[in-house]
């Protein structure tokens, strides 16, 4: 029997979901609007030499790593399990179209970190 | 082939005659904004390898105040989708028991909120602590 690869789908999905449940808002608030405007934190906490440092940390890479392609997998499922309520047919084009954003993302979140360097 | 054309019934708009349906849709929808949000860390990425000047741009852009409005949106967007995936979360769980007892639903809910609180002031105090 062909075994079913929906699994890994929603473990991603629910990977991503559970993650940004738990630190997305505050991440919004961090990066978009507390550093930009400099309430509560410091602007420089997104100066280059800092960022590039903790991209260039094994563990800070594997964090905006695991954030950046997690959040895209978990909006690529559950948009794809959603594109069938609004009657549009959840069939291989729309899948490709899902995962396939989500896989690509993945791959140039990849290569940045990769440039970026250890 | 014959040309018979049977009733379909048409689905549109289908989930705006019920309230339970259209939170529904509204939960679901904040996978777009979650998505943009990682699309723009994903480009924030691409801008940090692609050099300094780049990053600068990339931060300047954050700066703007269209960028501060839409981060706006976005954070009252994952407040909501983190208080939906802690309310729907004791139904998508196997039942869990503790003491011979089934955990209730509200325990589940409030430990999981409860934990992305803690999770937060942690994100935000080491955020703190680095950049005074």
């Known amino acids: 029997m062909k075994r079913s690869n929906a699994p890994i789908f929603w473990l991603l999905f629910g990977a991503g979901g559970m993650l940004s449940a738990l630190i997305g808002a505050m991440l919004v608030f961090i990066t978009g609007i507390a550093v930009p405007t400099g309430t509560i934190l410091s602007r420089n906490l997104l100066e280059f030499e800092r960022v590039q440092a903790l991209a260039q940390n094994w563990a800070g890479k594997g964090f905006l790593f695991i954030i950046i ?3 895209l997998w978990h909006s690529a499922h559950r948009i794809f399990h959603t594109l069938h309520d609004l009657g549009i047919h959840a069939g291989i084009v729309a899948k490709l179209i899902c995962y396939g954003s989500a896989f690509v ?3 140039l979140a990849l290569r940045a970190l990769w440039t970026i360097g250890f | 082939m014959s040309a018979r054309r049977p009733y379909v019934r048409p689905m549109e708009g289908w989930w705006k005659k019920n ?3 259209v939170e529904y849709m509204v ?6 904004f979650v998505a943009a949000y990682a699309f723009i860390l994903l480009v924030g990425v691409m801008k940090l390898a692609e050099g300094k000047a780049a990053w600068d741009q990339w931060v300047l852009w954050l700066t703007s105040p269209f960028a501060i409005v839409l981060h706006v949106v976005l954070l009252l967007v994952f407040l909501y989708h983190t208080w939906t995936w802690f309310n729907i979360m004791p ?3 196997p039942p869990m028991h503790a003491g011979g007892k089934r955990v209730s639903a509200n325990t589940i809910t409030v430990t999981g909120l409860a934990a992305s ?3 937060s002031l942690l994100l935000l105090l080491v955020c703190w602590s680095i950049a005074r």
């Open chain 2, 117 to 119: 609180c803690a999770a």
């Open chain 2, 91 to 93: 139904r998508t769980l």
């Open chain 2, 19 to 21: 309230p339970f349906f």
């Open chain 1, 105 to 107: 993302g993945t791959l």
């Open chain 1, 69 to 71: 392609s997690l959040f």
């Open chain 2, 27 to 32: 939960h679901e929808g904040t996978a777009l």
